[in-house]
């Protein structure tokens, strides 16, 4: 990203940056299968988005390659912009200058970018027309829902590394999003951290069934030892 | 409204103005079916509540002429005075003299609204009994979800202009709500409005055709002129 | 509780307390029916966890008695130190000991405590995989939805007296939780917090026909009066 | 105000409304030497604009006479506007559109006020420079500090009725601002809210000196038996 | 407080428990000059209050023993009531049964508490003066300042345990606040605090002198093994 | 930073980035020299961190080298590690791994910080002992005073790139903070943001000297005619 970094020097004009490599595909939809709660911990607790960000429906659960976008807060301008550098797989991911719930996303926006193949959107700001929304199946991940309308006035740039809800967010890295939240692969560790969620996942079907039969955790994971290390003491309540 | 503010000059004891105007029901019904999103944009952008303001079930809209309520903290008791002004076709508009969210209304206030044909409830503050509310089918939305019971001590003003979660309300005002949020329109705009927003969702049926089928909002709005003066620029990530 | 109290002296070493006394379970099914805010009524007004606790799905209703045990920020591991100390009938409280929103427990978690015949969770804490978890009915109220994982590093406290949510939560005390919140009963109120919630619940069923049938609550509580006196004045909308 | 209501018909174009009728500069003088809690009472509490709005430095007290603007979010166009319709004696009274903390005031603008003898700023939004605000003694009840700049891209209303932190305040009307925060007194009801805030004052002082000297507040208004009344008990700690 | 818990059975009527005993005034005093973080370290790190309670004014330092009251949400009756029960030393300790953020608490209150030889205020809620309150040297820690006003029509509890800022705090525990905060230690367990309390100085100052000297905590503390057992790398930026 | 991002490959083990090059320290101060709004804005309003970053006292202003340190919520294990890599000049800039308000950094941690002669410390997290820092005139911003403390359990990241506050920080970045927040600027970007800060300054000077003699914004932006092609209109209140 040196090169779109190089645009932004100082703060320069905005910029479009066209072209940008995604994460493969195929990759992409088996993180779907997995979950961000999986993913997040294949990828040691790493990037995942600020919890405030919340499905405007349930269930839904998706993972598509980051289309990036900047908008001015209360300005939806640059949405126009990034929907012509979607391709199919892209997620669209919009973080405000400064921080803004306003409604900066409704049915028209999302008509437009579902004719693109984007598969939903991720955005640290409102959302609106869910009710519409909900019924095309359009997910989005927002901080509000507001009907609040913006301008188109100031641009911002468009397929730049940004941060979203505290997660710093390159164009082309896979993003997974589902009930409980988002979470940001880079898209050349897609590869490696998939195989260790597949992994984890496995792992975890076999507890599952133990911890299912009635096993304790402390003797499935051999906890008891450590916890009387660290000076856990059993007592009884007194009269008792 | 002079009237009534003359009765609150310097803050004098608590009226219930009787006899409000409404505006007319037939244009609220219109209303009901355009949604709060269009209708705040054809009122440009004004009249919207505070987005923290959520419906207690979803999908729900309903539109209804204002029937306001001042309350204490943590007292309802003005709740009961109100529904004495009701007619049929009004929504219940409240707002605490200071912020509170304990649940102000629940079950048995909702019996009394309906069996007055109030139409649905707009507090910020608030509700309980949440799980009947949705049952019967009350359209309501608080600010929160809280069992915490009200006391009845202190009066307040009835149908008398309130702030509600940020918007200014007086009574007899349409009143829109859905799953985008809370819209206010005065009375004596509720013609304009309703016919700017008319003219707004035919336009926008063309657009959604349009968009529906990939044309780029940069060119269905002739964007591109703009951009480039406003600086814009598309690069292209290097090494591509 | 003394000998708890005695057993975290200065703030000492963390203690797991065994064999606490719970509530009646016949007591605790009857409290499930009557709802939570019906039962803090009862026991007028008090014992009300904060209400940014909400349920993951809804509806949901809920009454165990407390197992109640103590987390470091980020870290999960007391939740595997409680589930033995579990017995059927009980639900997790759980509250951090200082304010954090991770994912404290999710489908693993719930599967050991569901084979447990634990009821529940209430958490002052995050939580995740809510998706599953609303797939095996396992009911839990949080303050956030988050992917975030957990450490197993600190000790804390297992079955001691807790705040949750700013309410004081004593092990085997009585928590009822459905849609509108979660409320605790001390376990020996019970009984007289039981008798005092089903006599309202008798009471509101006449107010609710009344109500329904169009009376007003100002004549059926007689507050006419008292609203004069405290200078509630009635004028009408000048120029009606 | 019907006339700058008129204007706004419908959410019309945006007014400049010029030559507003301001509340006697005598009588705001005299206000602030009362300060605002006990204006506030004086005034049935009413009119107190929302706790979150402080002041950038203690202590400063200051009334004025409203100067009010509305500005897009993160865009102070308007406040260049303004300044043109300054008195001396006013005090900038300013609400964004939608929710936002940028800083939309600095060093330059308040350069600019204090040239026009406007004596302060309240802003439900961000300010910056406030080291320098502070040296120039240029008092300032924000919602934040933020050195986030604006655009100047979208107009918005001067002059007419606003918003601000909750509070409904119009051109003209009486600011009273201190630690305590913040308050408005309609310019029409501002000798009699200023009488009763004398008297206010004046029962004050001898209350002051009779709980100085230990008197209960239980004996000197009298609450004992009301209390009593209510139910409330005395009771010793067991053991004592 | 057996007895006082009994008192409140099931939520009974609101009572005063008189004749309270305080922990030690002596002990009370040198907490004062330990500060809360020490203290609350030498409690291993329990009996902290939330840290949204703020001084009104810094730098403050005091140390008392806790006068516990309930408040109704936007009433302040019971702190006419609290203030009987008195002795010199106590530190007012307020919660509010529901969220509020109102001014329960100013100048009249303050001087009617002094002259009671009351060494300050916690409360979950607001206050209001603090210009006056600073003036006079009143110490407060407060969620909010906040000029409105409050009522006088219900009830509470006063002198019994109760949940302040997410602490457990009994009438007579010991109370130390200072500009990081507050804590509470239980009136049984000061002697032993305070021991470890004063232990825990003695060794910071020996490591502040180390400390200052340039020496690590690294080393110090003999951390490094322990980091590389738990896998930290050491590693230069490449091209260095 | 590429090296830095291999080594953190997928989330792998921790690292400890050693030797990373740092903006020339002249530029540095003179960046302090210029206060935060001025570089924010001549970098074209980017840069910024979140504005509930607050400084502990008043006035304050600093500038220095970004030294990036990850921690575990509730442990400050890292901030021990990360005192070894300073140099003179840095500011230390602290990130939790999940939003956490704890006590991290205290008197202790600041005398070692301040016999390595950083300059102050960026914190998006709690701190305490702020009576002691201030004395010290140690500066900190941080997002909460907390006296609670922390453990020493859980290794992360130390001069790696970060996200603090909602910006993207690099080890080596300058750091600005004053009264009005924090900016970050890209060490490569320093020369040429800081020579348009100066010709910012500059002009701005300018621009007071005409605003302090009573020149309108208006004019000296020559703002009037878009303003009108915007549709601003000018009216009269009625009856004036």
């Not at 905005?14 to 299968?33: C, G, I, M, Y």
């Not at 998939?194 to 079907?205: D, K, Q, V």
């Not at 039969?213 to 916890?227: F, H, I, N, P, V």
Request: charged share 25%; proline share 6%.
């Amino acid at each position: 990203m040196m090169g779109a970094l190089e645009h932004r020097k100082g703060g320069s004009l905005p910029v479009v940056v066209q072209n940008v490599k995604r994460a493969n595909l195929d990759l992409v939809d088996e993180f779907a299968e997995l979950g961000v709660a999986t993913v997040h911990e294949a990828q040691r607790r790493t990037g995942l988005l600020a919890s405030y960000l919340r499905p405007i429906y349930r269930p839904a659960r998706v993972a598509g390659t980051a289309l990036t976008c900047e908008v001015a807060p209360g300005d939806n301008w640059m949405l126009h912009v990034a929907v012509e550098q979607a391709r199919p797989g892209d997620l669209l991911v919009v973080a405000p200058t400064s921080p803004c719930e306003d409604g900066y996303f409704g049915e028209l926006l999302a008509t437009s970018y579902m004719a693109h193949e984007v598969r939903g959107l991720v955005i640290d700001a409102g959302v609106r027309d869910v009710a519409r929304l909900t019924e095309m199946r359009f997910p989005v991940w927002s901080k509000a829902v507001s009907a609040r309308g913006t301008v188109k006035e100031t641009p911002a740039n468009v397929q730049v590394p940004i941060v979203c809800a505290g997660a710093y967010v390159r164009p082309g890295d896979v993003i997974i999003a589902d009930d409980d939240g988002v979470v940001v692969v880079p898209r050349e560790h897609a590869p490696l951290v998939l195989e260790r969620a597949r992994a984890r996942e496995a792992e975890e079907a076999e507890k599952r069934d133990r911890l299912g039969k009635g096993e304790l955790g402390l003797d499935m994971y051999a906890m008891r030892e450590k916890l009387a290390q660290r000076g856990l003491e059993y007592v009884s309540e007194p009269g008792t």
